[in-house]
């Protein structure tokens, strides 16, 4: 059943997953309430991911919706960002309008998103959640190009006994610069973003903060595939074997961006990926907010 929430006609509908949920028949560029934000806060708590369907945002009332969700992360990477620091641009198409070429940095660099990650976990704090504007979604025509999450809840509670045990007290080493060495081509990392950076190691079990301890697998392709602690060849077997178990489909939501949508999602217990698609064909514009993690985070151990 729909629940309402407190504003007049807007409903928040499950999607026909194994979680995620969109919101229709609100209107986020009007002053929302603080009773309207909780109800909207509540729904991205407990379907991780909430799509808010026919939106018309300016950069400022994106910022400031964003904001409500918490501490804006900024990124210092030039090529990425849009209209200040606070912007990560997801889009194949440059500000004067025309296609960008496959070669262009700016798109290898997308190219990233198409392994399974969550934003900025490449920090000491990893990111709370993101917020995606779809300015210019895909036509019909075009196939894949969709983002897909995936619920690490259920991954986790999916895994064997034996490896629930062994990943315990493993932690992986998340390293932005290994982006670069997937990518040889990309221009050498700024050295603002190299200091900025360094490699962060969390947890592979991660405890939610806001779940009474449930667990959840913390796991990321697009920032390396070392296991700190275990000998270098030993670590990557483990990483391919945990990355191919998160891809499996029962874990998994496919979403097809709509222009207007407003796609949020909890980087806590999410992974996600986009789909590759055709960038010299069709245009794709979104621009993202990303709100700060609040601690470090958490595994099996913390205060032990
Ligand atoms: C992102 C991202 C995926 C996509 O914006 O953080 O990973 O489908 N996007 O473009
Ligand atoms: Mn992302």
Redesign the pocket.
Known sequence: MPTAIPLANAEIRRLDAAFGAEVVGIDLAAPLSSEAFAALHDALRRHHFVCVRDQRLTEEQQIDLSARFGPLETFPERHKTRAGPTF?N?ANVAPDGSLMSPSDPRLVA?KL?ELW?T?SSYRFIPSYC?L?YAIEALPDAAAD???EFANMFLAYDALPEAMKRRIEPLQMVHDYAYDYRLFPDLPPLEPVVREAFPPASHPLVRVHPDRDGRRSLFITANTGREIAGLALDAGRALHAELVAHVSRSEFRLRHRWRTGDLMIWDNRCLL????AYDTSRYR?V?R?TTVAGSAPVRGPFAGA
């Open positions: 990560y997801v997308q998103n990650h934003d993101s995606l190009g969709e983002t996600h990926r986009a789909r794709r979104a993202r």
